[in-house]
T-cell receptor, first 114, second 115 residues
């Protein structure tokens, strides 16, 4: 079945460091890919998405490119801030046989220190 | 504008009791999803509604779990005879129809603790 694998956390960075959180997926068909973010004490928020191969999703300085050849959707940010500390979830929806439910990775906790 | 709302925000109950969790989706959104977020299992899909019908219930963990949706709007997730392993955050999400169905908007969740 469809699945998403994220890099293990927690990830601890200093402010202004470069961030990469790896995400790979397994799916038949052509899924759409998402990154969601969960700030402490809050619900899930959509961060960015990409719906087809080679699309780049971007928001708030974060970017991720849909790479079908490597089945990846890695999240990057050039300069993180303390306020980016949160849990990040990679997810997919669609592909063959999917009824629209999101399939999530395990989440990666990011802690940014001043 | 109003987002997805859920109630209660927190619920503490005793093992064996029944609980009802409520979700109010974004107005006009025809698709509604329930997920569960727990420490050991991460984020798991429970059930999907399109209108008042539930074409995908594959994530409900046991027959103690049920859900309904009325008027194509509010949904209630009911857990009967709660167990300690039911303790988790229950998240509701809604989305529009067509291709926009893929983008789901989440509520703040209901944190359930079963003692």
């Amino acid at each position: 079945g469809n699945s998403v694998t994220q890099m293990e956390g927690p990830v601890t960075l200093s402010e202004e460091a470069f961030l990469t959180i790896n995400c790979t997926y397994t799916a038949t068909g052509y899924p759409s890919l998402f990154w969601y973010v969960q700030y402490p004490g809050e619900g899930l928020q959509l961060l960015l998405k990409a719906t087809k191969a080679d699309d780049k999703g971007s928001n708030k300085g974060f970017e991720a490119t849909y790479r079908k050849e490597t089945t990846s959707f890695h999240l990057e940010k050039g300069s993180v801030q303390v306020s980016d500390s949160a849990v990040y979830f990679c997810a997919l929806v669609g592909g063959s046989g999917n009824t629209g439910k999101l399939i999530f990775g395990q989440g990666t906790t990011l802690q940014v220190k001043p | 504008g109003a987002g997805v709302s859920q109630s209660p925000s927190n619920k503490v109950t005793e093992k064996g009791k029944d609980v009802e969790l409520r979700c109010d989706p974004i107005s006009g959104h025809t698709a509604l999803y329930w997920y569960r977020q727990s420490l050991g299992q991460g984020l798991e899909f429970l059930i999907y509604f399109q209108g008042n019908s539930a074409p995908d219930k594959s994530g409900l963990p046991s027959d103690r779990f049920s859900a309904e949706r009325t008027g194509g709007s509010v949904s209630t997730l009911t857990i009967q005879r709660t167990q300690q392993e039911d303790s988790a955050v229950y998240l509701c999400a809604s989305s529009a129809s067509g291709r926009a169905r893929e983008t789901q908007y989440f509520g703040p969740g209901t944190r359930l603790l079963v003692l």
